[in-house]
Structure formats: structure tokens, C-alpha cells
């Protein structure tokens, strides 16, 4: 009996000496963990700021450049709309296409999504 006493205050003794280990490693990880996520939301800060960055840069070039090439490719650059902002664009569609139809109609978007013409430019103005 004081065999088996022994080696139950052994096993308690050895699972307990695991507990303290496992909780400091698992403290350890934590601050790791959470250093490692500063580290990454800084990071993903940083190249948002960049991708914004390049995005201007594109657009601004390829506005003033007109026409593109890459090894002998003529690409366009266009911005990207929000969903919301190109579905309101994409309601003018029909009207757009009926104006198209029309011999001498000018016509255009304004950002966001305003349907414009000369015509309806004078009626503002009176």
C-alpha cells in the first residue's frame, strides 16, 4: 500500500510540475500570439497604405499617358466603382442606349452617377 501511495504522490507531483510548464508555455504563447497580431495589423496598415498609393499613382499616369503599353499590349485603366456606386450607373443604362439612337446628343456620367448633356446643362442654368 505505501508503494502504490508513493507512486500516486509521484504521478500528482510529475502532473504538476506538467501543469505549471504547460501554463507558463501557454502565458508565453499568448504574449507571442498577441505581439505577432500587433505586428500583422501594422503590416496590413502599411500595405493599404501603399495599395491606395499605387492605385493613385496608376490612375493618375495612366490618365495623363491616355494609351498604355506593355510589351506591345495596349491596356486601359479604369477606377474601380463601389457596387452601390456602379449599380446606380447601371441604372442609366436604358437611357444611355436610347440617347446613343439619337443623332447630335451629347451626353455623359458624372461621378458618381448623374446622367448630364448640354441640354439639361441649360435648363439648370435658366
Known amino acids: 500500500m505505501a508503494v502504490v501511495r508513493r507512486d500516486i ?9 506538467f501543469e505549471s510548464t504547460a501554463n ?5 504563447l499568448r ?3 498577441g505581439d505577432a497580431e500587433r505586428s500583422l495589423t501594422a503590416c496590413s496598415d502599411d ?3 501603399l ?3 499605387d492605385c493613385a499613382t496608376i490612375l493618375s499616369q495612366a490618365k495623363e499617358k491616355q494609351r498604355i503599353k506593355v510589351k506591345g499590349v495596349t491596356i486601359s485603366v479604369y477606377p474601380d ?12 443604362n436604358g437611357v444611355r442606349q436610347q440617347l446613343r439612337g439619337l443623332e447630335g446628343v451629347r451626353f455623359g ?4 452617377a448623374r446622367l448630364e448633356s448640354p441640354i439639361m446643362a441649360r435648363r439648370r442654368a435658366s
Open 31 to 33: 504574449n507571442t500570439m
Open 109 to 112: 456620367i458624372a461621378h458618381p
Open 81 to 92: 466603382y463601389t457596387a452601390q456606386v456602379a449599380k446606380a450607373r447601371a441604372a442609366f
Open 9 to 17: 504522490r509521484a504521478i500528482r507531483s510529475a502532473f504538476e510540475d
Open 24 to 28: 507558463t508555455e501557454l502565458a508565453t
Open 51 to 53: 495599395k491606395r498609393e
Open 47 to 49: 500595405i493599404e497604405t
